[in-house]
């Protein structure tokens, strides 16, 4: 159709919605079909504001001539238009037509890049005035031009992108023009930059800071007017508004910020759902049922049953493809059982202990139709789960299960199903029996798009073979459906433009080894950066060099008979937009930092991968410049502030250059972006304990401290008085609170507790937290006490605590009494379990003694606390196990090779054991049989620990020197044992 063909008045839309004064409040309220988005583009204040009047003609060269850019020449045209004084249109009803205008070309962007069916009229004769459009050729070059405008901090949009004026019309009345965006403006004008600009990152190949501020801003406004409980908005407005914000947060990589909004928006909407495990089979072999896992949602108000079923008769979605596996049911066949027993064997994977009753009675093989957008909340939650930390947070097994539901349930809009079949595919693909339904699924998504997103601009292709042939079936009309019902939730979905999901597809088919197919698709695409990795991942590095420097170089071989050109001449006149990326892909190949300074020249200093590439080659190179490195990351860091990766880097870099606040700095802004990541927390402690060592607070504290508590770091310092003597060790206790958050996220990495454990055992009493220490070295020696044994056990933070305990601490005031379960009155005692001594005294019993084997001091430090404890014929048997210890590890050097050494270790043990064991704790009396207390021993004559003390240090000391008499005889050694040898004689 085309765009002079049909006249159309502003009072003919008018029926079709109020263009003159759209809703100050709604968040949403526009919804434009096909037919309506062509007529508001035909609209004669269209038409001027695109330059269809004879009156331009002089500005229109100066785009002709590409001084100047189509998108400035609409931008500048709509500021003149909305300041131009008109007796036909008011200011308000001028603003609204302005605005109408720049959503049908958004919308109409989108359905010929993203959703489709194809557009029924030719965007370029629309939007375009005839002078610009004169031949192909010229066509061509307006649209390269405005590609070219959209590079953002060097970030370049896909050369190629179909029916770019749509996006430069869009972009220059709701975003360049700053003409909408009033005080007095309705909600939509705010909402349609915000979406214009989120549209624009999208387009880019990365995330750009500048892009990313502008986004920001906006809904931060948005959700101060939207959300407060006194906002106009509707419960639904709310729910969408906090859905789309998740979706926006996911782009950016901010999952936890995602799941938040998921969740509240779930609450809003009074959406219940819940992943959990049913009893169920998932293979055709499987003999007994077993859990599995499921989403069990349900809306709070379900879509009526006769609109579901028309929508379903309009349009079935995109073809669902079957899973064909010998092994693996095309569904999980769950058991039938009814909902009391459901409900008992219900194994929940999410923090709830209990389901919903509305859930619980659900049956997971038939669940209700969702509602669309509750739909797309499953959908977003499963987009923003991150799949590289499994131990937190949901793996991609927990992930297919929101996707199934949306699948298996239904879902009354198109568009939805698509994205949940896009979904479902992504986390297949990881699955070795799910694998190939997963490439054949985005292929059928791909040639669906491909098909629907064709436009009857042809003359703008290179040539017609480069048009895309479907690899499957072309789709049928059943599995279409219009662009209002495609488009109505688009912005609530993580949708993919057309060339992106093509690439997702290439890069699908690499992982799976057909680099040909990959390379077709590729190269299809113009995407030479990505044609030139595949080549180089395949170490066919000449064919990367030689691809990437065609885009960038002169060739140097002009023979036309010969193919081979070798592009090693001067630089091409006109750079392509993504040049930055470009040659950092060839410095990356070459290893030439020239090539990544000349990135970030081309970039006009603005492309902050070069500097993060510039920087990783300064740390590659022998010996490596961590000056340079620093320098170059700082660099790309003016640029995109929030890059999480380049601050890590950075931190890294000042550590070994030992600028310790200044990695203090940049550990922090790592864990502002990314909360998550353990490294960085454990790195932050690290950079903090240096400067804590030359901290005046670290040696010099107050002479009468006050013990540590919650509330430390918030009291301020009296007026006059120094701040370290305040908070003493203050940047000790901040590294603790650091490695406490690593150790929560990586809770069984040992590293980071045993650095806990050594971080909290140096902050002297009173401010030793105790209890810390105690939990670090139980979770060392959980983690690694089967592999390493008693090596894992700090000896002298152990020491520690024992002194602790012993010295501070009575052992009857930590007894509470107990009834015994036989019933007839009798009571005994137990030890506080919850207190820092039963703590520290359950460290020993559970998890130190049945490690030791070898170590002496392990077992001294136990007899310590059975001495503690009131039990001296424990303490004496671990002074025996101590002797026995010393003994079989020196045995070999004392006894065989003659080493003094260990001949003096064995006689200081048995001095050890006949001194401070046998004659201290053999004539004490003994403890009673179920290890009480002192004062609990039976009725009648005491029993001693040990009656014959003297007779087995005779015997120890006897054994000794029997065995060290042929090396030792007349050695200190052996003077020392005939020694102790008469002082165990005596009363015999």
């Not at 583009?41 to 001084?67: I, P, T």
């Not at 009753?357 to 509602?371: E, I, K, M, R, V």
Request: charged residues 25%.
């Amino acid at each position: 159709m085309a765009a002079d063909s049909v006249s159309v008045h502003p009072t003919t839309l008018d029926a079709m919605f109020d263009l003159s004064s759209p809703s100050r409040e709604q968040y949403d309220p526009v919804r434009l079909t096909s037919a309506q988005a062509l007529a508001v583009l035909q609209l004669s204040l269209a038409k001027e504001v695109f330059g269809h009047n004879d009156a331009e003609q002089s500005a229109l060269g100066q785009v002709s001539s590409k001084d100047v850019s189509y998108t400035a020449f609409v931008t500048e045209k709509v500021k003149a238009v909305f300041l131009a004084q008109t007796d036909d249109l008011t200011v308000e009803a001028k603003r609204s037509q302005l605005l109408h205008i720049g959503l049908a070309a958004l919308f109409s962007f989108l359905q010929s890049n993203v959703t489709g069916p194809p557009l029924e009229f030719s965007p370029a004769e629309t939007v375009l005035p005839p002078v610009l459009r004169t031949t192909a050729s010229a066509l061509r070059g307006i649209r390269d031009q405005v590609i070219r405008e959209l590079s953002v901090d060097g970030e370049a949009a896909y050369k190629l992108t179909p029916n770019v004026e749509l996006f430069s019309v869009a972009k220059a009345i709701l975003v360049d023009a700053d003409v909408l965006v009033q005080d007095n403006s309705p909600l939509l004008a705010r909402v349609a930059r915000m979406r214009v600009n989120f549209l624009h990152q999208k387009m880019l190949s990365e995330v750009t800071t500048t892009l990313q501020d502008a986004i920001y801003v906006d809904l931060d406004v948005l959700a101060k007017t939207m959300l407060p409980s006194q906002s106009p908005s509707t419960t639904e407005e709310k729910g969408r508004f906090l859905l789309e914000r998740a979706t926006i947060h996911t782009h950016h990589g901010f999952d936890a910020k995602a799941r938040a909004d998921l969740e509240r928006a779930a609450a809003v909407k009074g959406f219940e759902f819940a992943l959990t495990g049913r009893l169920g089979k998932r293979t055709k072999f499987q003999e007994r049922d077993v859990s599995q896992l499921v989403v069990l949602a349900q809306s709070a108000e379900s879509p009526p049953k006769e609109t579901t079923e028309s929508q379903s008769q309009e349009s079935s979605g995109p073809k669902k493809l079957d899973l064909n596996d010998d092994t693996l049911l095309e569904a999980i066949s769950f058991t039938k059982e009814d909902s009391q027993n459901t409900k008992e064997k219900s194994v929940t994977v999410q923090e709830e202990s209990s389901l919903p009753s509305a859930l619980a009675s659900l049956d997971p093989g038939n669940q209700p139709l969702l509602d669309p957008v509750d739909s797309a909340i499953l959908l977003a939650l499963a987009s923003a789960i991150t799949n590289t930390s499994p131990e937190h947070g949901l793996t991609r097994e927990e992930t297919l299960p929101y996707a199934t539901r949306v699948l298996e349930g239904g879902s009354s809009n198109w568009q939805i199903y698509t994205q949940a079949l896009l979904v479902r595919s992504r986390v297949e693909g990881f699955r070795s029996r799910t694998v190939e339904r997963s490439v054949l699924q985005m292929q059928a998504l791909v040639d669906q798009v491909i098909a629907d997103t064709a436009t009857l601009d042809t003359e703008v292709d290179a040539s017609k073979d480069e048009q895309p042939t479907t690899f499957l079936p072309r789709p049928e009309k059943s599995e279409s459906a219009p662009a209002d019902q495609r488009l109505e939730y688009i912005w609530l979905l993580n949708f993919s433009t057309r060339w992106s999901l093509e690439a997702e597809l290439a890069q699908r088919w690499v992982d799976l080894g057909g680099l040909r197919t990959a390379l077709e698709i590729y190269e299809r695409l113009h995407m030479w950066a990505e044609v030139a990795l595949c080549y180089a991942a395949t170490e066919r590095e000449d064919k990367a060099r030689s691809l990437v420097r065609r885009q960038l170089y002169e060739p140097t071989n002009k023979d036309e008979e010969n193919d081979d050109d070798t592009y090693e001449g001067p630089e091409l006149a006109l750079l392509p937009a993504n040049a930055p990326r470009l040659f950092c892909i060839l410095g990356d190949i070459d290893k030439d930092p020239a090539l990544y300074e000349r990135a970030w020249d081309v970039s006009k200093n603005r492309y902050a991968r070069a500097q993060r590439s510039l920087a990783r080659h300064w740390l590659m190179t022998k010996p490596p410049q961590p000056e340079k490195a620093e320098e170059a990351y700082l660099k790309s860091l003016h640029i995109n502030r929030l890059n999480h990766g380049a601050w890590f880097a950075l931190g890294c870099v000042q550590l070994e250059l030992q600028k310790w606040e200044e990695a203090i700095q940049s550990f922090t802004r790592t864990v502002q972006l990314e909360d998550t990541d353990a490294e960085a927390w454990s790195n932050l402690a690290a950079a903090m304990l240096r400067v804590s060592e030359s901290e005046p607070s670290e040696t010099a504290a107050t002479t009468e401290p006050t013990p540590s508590s919650a509330d430390d770091d918030e009291q301020q310092p009296d007026e006059g008085t120094e701040e370290p003597k305040e908070e003493p060790y203050k940047r000790k206790r901040e590294a603790l609170a650091a490695l406490q958050r690593a150790a929560q996220i990586k809770h069984s990495d040992s590293r980071i507790w045993d650095n806990l454990l050594t971080v909290a055992a140096s902050i002297p009493p009173p401010y030793t937290p105790l209890r810390e220490i105690v939990n670090a070295q139980r979770r060392v020696i959980e983690i690694v006490g089967a592999k390493k044994g008693e090596k894992c056990i700090d000896l002298r933070i152990l020491g520690m605590l024992v002194d602790h305990l012993v010295t501070n601490y009575e052992y009857e005031n930590l007894l509470i009494p107990m009834e015994t379960e036989t019933g007839d009155g009798s009571t005994t005692r137990i030890l506080r379990s919850g207190t820092t001594p039963g703590q520290i005294i359950s460290l020993l019993d559970d998890r130190v003694v049945p490690l030791i084997t070898h170590s002496a001091p392990l077992w001294l430090l136990v007899g310590r606390v059975e001495l503690f404890r009131g039990r001296p014929s424990k303490a004496l048997e671990a002074h025996e196990k101590a002797w026995r210890a010393v003994v079989a590890s020196s045995t070999q050097g004392a006894f065989q090779m003659g080493e003094e050494k260990k001949w003096t270790e064995i006689v200081a043990a048995t001095e050890r054991l006949v001194r401070n064991g046998y004659a201290k704790y053999g004539p004490m009396e003994k403890e009673s049989q179920d290890g009480g207390h002192p004062g609990s021993v039976a009725e009648g004559e005491a029993e001693l620990v040990a009656k014959d003390w003297r007779f087995k240090a005779r015997s120890a000391v006897r054994g000794i020197m029997g065995k060290g008499k042929e090396f030792w005889e007349d050695s200190d050694g052996w003077a020392r044992l005939k020694a102790l040898q008469s002082e165990v004689s005596g009363g015999q």
